[in-house]
């Protein structure tokens, strides 16, 4: 068990829809980090928010929004999906950026 | 300029034998390399990093090599345990902006026969 910890586990929705990953990061962790992973893109990097502050951005479509709250957990938004955003979706933190980075169990979308 | 390489895309080992991944960057400003373990339905678990102050680093079964002037790590697995199977990724990040985030390789599916 990493530490982090994301829900839900599962999430089927249909097309045109939207839909929010929660993220709780290990204790003491103010660096978050959110992946994409799918089949033909493997693990690509969207988006990280160091102490509430969005930190670096990624390969994120315009459609997808994050946050980080007060109590460091982060959401994904994601809206008007697409069956192309049927994917994996995970949450990693770190202490700082740059530390290592521990990553949860993941989200698994489904569009349908 | 960003891309992290990694071959092979699979690959099948006997237990006990060798497992070799290979992974080749291309942006000298990359100083961190960690390889990831991930099983299915997992999320990926950090299993050794290194930085480019040292060519080699050792923990337990597994090692990583760093050759810094080809821009290549590779990660060995000694003694390869049906255990082991599972699919394997080498990541890469630089100091630019001081973010962390990492650039993974395509990953390679590693199976183990007993």
């Known amino acids: 068990d990493s530490g982090v910890t994301q829900t839900p586990k599962h999430l089927i929705t249909a097309t045109g829809q939207r839909v929010t990953l929660r993220c709780s990061p290990r204790?003491?962790?103010?660096?978050v980090y959110w992946y994409q992973q799918s089949l033909d893109q493997g693990l690509q990097f969207l988006i990280q928010?160091?102490?509430?502050?969005?930190?670096a951005k990624g390969n994120i479509l315009e459609r997808f929004s994050a946050q980080q709250f007060p109590d460091l957990h982060s959401e994904l938004n994601l809206s008007s999906l697409e069956l192309g955003d049927s994917a994996l979706y995970f949450c990693?933190?770190?202490?700082?950026?740059?530390?290592?980075?521990?990553f949860g169990q993941g989200t698994r979308l489904t569009v349908v | 300029q960003q891309q992290v390489k990694q071959s092979p895309q699979s690959l099948i080992v006997q237990k006990g034998g060798i497992s070799i991944i290979n992974c080749a960057y291309e942006?000298?400003?990359?100083?961190?390399f960690p390889w990831y373990q991930q099983f299915p339905g997992k999320g990926p678990a950090l299993l050794i990093a290194?930085?480019?102050?040292?060519s080699e680093k050792k923990e337990g079964r597994f090692t990583i090599s760093f050759n810094k002037s080809a821009k290549q790590f590779s990660l060995h697995i000694m003694d390869s345990q049906p255990g082991d199977s599972a699919t394997y990724f080498c990541?890469?990040?630089?100091?630019?902006?001081?973010?962390?985030?990492?650039?993974f390789g395509q990953g390679t599916t590693l199976q183990v026969k007993p």
């Open positions: 928010y160091y102490n509430g502050e969005e930190r």
């Open positions: 990693a933190s770190s202490p700082q950026p740059r530390d290592e980075a521990f």
């Open positions: 990541a890469a990040s630089g100091p630019s902006g001081n973010t962390g985030k990492l650039i």
């Open positions: 290194i930085r480019p102050d040292v």
């Open positions: 942006n000298t400003a990359f100083d961190y």
């Open positions: 204790s003491g962790d103010l660096s």
